[in-house]
């Protein structure tokens, strides 16, 4: 069908961007050509021939060596791209498609595009997609790595104050970047949602890029024909800012742009040598890879052979599998962070990936931590981030201290023995205090039902966070159903008001306190109460072993909250050394960096909103009778012994009004 005018005016309107963006490379190499012919001597075809014939054979092999090692840190550079993309293709035939990619890429042009088809021919599975991705990313972060080497290159050899003071804000505006990129490592664009690599990825394409236009700037000095002065020291600067002028310029392999500037930088006199050196450096370094990369192309199968990164016996799966019978009790935090469980062969670990670290929370769920190190580190490699231990006990600091890694002391942990609990002696006078303060206050602490009386319970927290500013996060917990109700959760009533309360995680072999919440106007003694409430339970329970958490303990602890500590030790606890460890301490800092961020700035609650159907089908005779039930449970459970009680029992009645009163408020 003939296109009307008005769509063949659309449709030009629509091409003539296509037009400019294809043609302007090609205008500029012509531009450059043409000062280039201006202002330098060039060698004729002959003088040219001379020239090339001149250079020795140690010259040309030491250019290929220089060539070799340039395209190997290319592939190591798109290593770090497939992991930050969590391909799953790490391995020989991804880091060979990368160098063939960008053979191809740097002599053609149109990067983006002859890039993304390379990648794609040789590993099909990368998916077209996610081919133009990774090419993408290559290449931009390659453009900020080489500018970042240029600021440098500018600041150290800058002829002039200007030149230095240019690379000197360059190097602010790139520093800058990275923090803020670690800060906020996540850019939303409306829908859209762009990580950014971690520090580990960023520095590692620092690293390469290093190596890959230093061995590549050595290939060109090695070809300047005998008895050039230029030495290398500084045509490796010279290098540096012309490849990213030609760069910039989109011609294909720089032509044009990339003489010109580098005759612009280095000594006029050496025009006809710099010309010629050029020359050899294009068939070393563009014709010869991209006569490779070609026939890698055409013969895919001999060039992608593609190794697994997965490692033997490495399974993840997420919280729901998380069991009841395990070491730590505190690992259930990672229903609500995101974190998942790792098994390397029949050992465990919750692991919590965050974007610059894979940290392994407080020990090994089951099994030795020793034979975990290895895949911990192998899982944070694959991901560009740092592998961490944190709040991990004595016994796994020692192994990790014996495999080399580097332990720090960060935290002490207040235990307890619920069957062995008794609030006598001096060391307990304070809590005796609390706990006749609360009683005479009217405070009453049951465990709560299968049923929380959701509703009071997000007052007591909104009233909490109003006096306390927003909840830390990530290695503590949030108040939120879906969460509370893996818990074992314990009220502080006053009179038929909820005041407060605690909830605990839960094993078969311990607890361990999470959420505590309290009224501000909470009567003095109510936190006492409540755990006391919960080591009486523990014990009816036969739990071996209730922590109330832990609290900092080193060089900096002192200016954090001293009334935390005071308030564990008034339970004369035992109190046990955390620790964190890693492969080395560049790893820690990030690690430790990290997690400080989430915990103080926690990313959105991941735990699934809880169900509520089934407390809204029970009526409010139903929710009486279970609330009365699990008292009276609670109250036939207490020990018959003299100890003295944190609460006192009262009387039928007055039970059964709680009962009814959290029935009317669930």
Request: charge should be positive; include cysteine; proline fraction near 5%.
């Amino acid at each position: 069908m003939p296109l009307t005018r008005l769509s063949r005016a659309r449709h030009a309107r629509w091409h003539v961007p296509q037009f400019i963006r294809f043609l302007l490379p090609l205008v500029v190499t012509i531009a450059c050509l043409d000062i280039l012919q201006r202002t330098v001597a060039l060698p004729d075809l002959a003088e040219l021939g001379a020239t090339l014939g001149a250079l020795s054979l140690h010259q040309w092999l030491g250019a290929l060596i220089a060539t070799a090692i340039s395209f190997w840190a290319l592939g190591r550079y798109d290593s770090v791209a497939h992991r930050h993309l969590q391909t799953g293709l790490d391995g020989r035939g991804a880091r060979r498609a990368g160098m063939a990619a960008i053979a191809l890429s740097q002599t053609i042009g149109f990067g983006l595009i002859t890039g993304a088809f390379a990648r794609w021919r040789l590993m099909p599975g990368l998916g077209p997609v996610t081919a133009t991705r990774l090419t993408a990313m290559v290449s931009v972060s390659f453009m900020l790595a080489l500018a970042a080497i240029c600021a440098t290159a500018l600041v150290m050899v800058g002829d002039t104050n200007q030149m230095r003071l240019i690379g000197t804000l360059m190097l602010v505006a790139l520093a800058t970047g990275l923090v803020l990129s670690a800060v906020f490592p996540v850019m939303r664009m409306g829908p859209v949602a762009l990580g950014w690599p971690s520090l580990t990825a960023q520095l590692a394409f620092s690293g390469w890029a290093l190596i890959d236009v230093t061995a590549a700037g050595t290939a060109l000095w090695l070809l300047l024909p005998a008895g050039s002065e230029i030495a290398l020291t500084a045509l490796l600067p010279a290098y540096f800012i012309a490849l990213g002028v030609a760069l910039l310029s989109s011609a294909p392999g720089g032509a044009g742009a990339f003489e010109l500037a580098l005759c612009a930088l280095l000594p006029t006199t050496a025009g006809a040598d710099i010309i010629a050196a050029i020359v050899a450096f294009r068939l070393i370094y563009y014709a010869l890879p991209a006569c490779v990369a070609g026939a890698s192309l055409l013969f895919p199968q001999a060039f992608s052979k593609e190794g697994s990164i997965d490692e033997l016996g490495h399974d993840i799966r997420d919280a729901a599998h998380l069991p009841h019978h395990r070491t730590c009790a505190e690992t259930q935090v990672i229903a609500q962070n995101g974190g998942r469980i790792h098994a390397f062969g029949l050992n465990q670990l919750a692991v919590l990936d965050t974007t610059q670290a894979s940290i392994a929370l407080f020990g090994p769920i089951s099994g030795r931590i020793s034979e975990t190190l290895d895949g911990l580190r192998h899982h944070a490699r694959s991901r560009n981030s740092a592998a961490c231990l944190y709040k991990c006990e004595a016994v796994c600091a020692q192994a990790a201290r014996k495999a080399g890694w580097r332990v720090l002391r960060i935290a002490s942990e207040a235990v307890l023995s619920p069957n062995r609990f008794q609030d006598q002696g001096p060391r307990l006078r304070q809590l005796r205090r609390k706990l006749r303060q609360a009683e005479k206050a009217g405070v009453v602490v049951l465990p709560a039902s299968d049923a929380l009386p959701l509703e009071q319970m997000s007052h007591v927290d909104a009233a909490w966070r109003a006096r306390h500013g927003r909840a830390k996060g990530t290695t503590m917990g949030r108040f939120e159903p879906g969460y509370l109700q893996r818990q074992e959760v314990f009220l502080a009533w006053q009179d038929d008001e909820i005041v407060g309360f605690m909830s605990f995680h839960a094993a078969a072999e311990e607890w361990c306190l999470d959420l505590v919440r309290l009224r501000p106007d909470a009567p003095d003694g109510t936190g006492h109460a409540l755990i006391r409430a919960a080591l009486t339970d523990a014990a009816a329970r036969a739990i071996p072993r209730l922590s109330l958490a832990a609290v900092p303990d080193h060089l900096m602890a002192r200016h954090f909250d001293k009334g935390l500590r005071r308030f564990k030790e008034s339970f004369a606890p035992t109190w046990e050394p955390r620790y964190a460890a890693a492969p080395n301490w560049t790893q820690m800092a990030l690690a430790l960096a990290d997690l400080i961020r989430l915990v103080h700035w926690p990313e959105p609650i991941q735990t699934p909103p809880a169900s509520t159907s089934q407390q809204q089908a029970l009526s409010q005779e139903d929710l009486a009778d279970m609330t009365w039930e699990a008292a009276a449970a609670y109250v036939a459970n207490l020990p018959s012994s003299g100890v003295e009680q944190t609460i006192s029992q009262p009387p039928h009645n007055e039970l059964e009004e709680n009962a009814f009163a959290l029935s009317r408020r669930a």
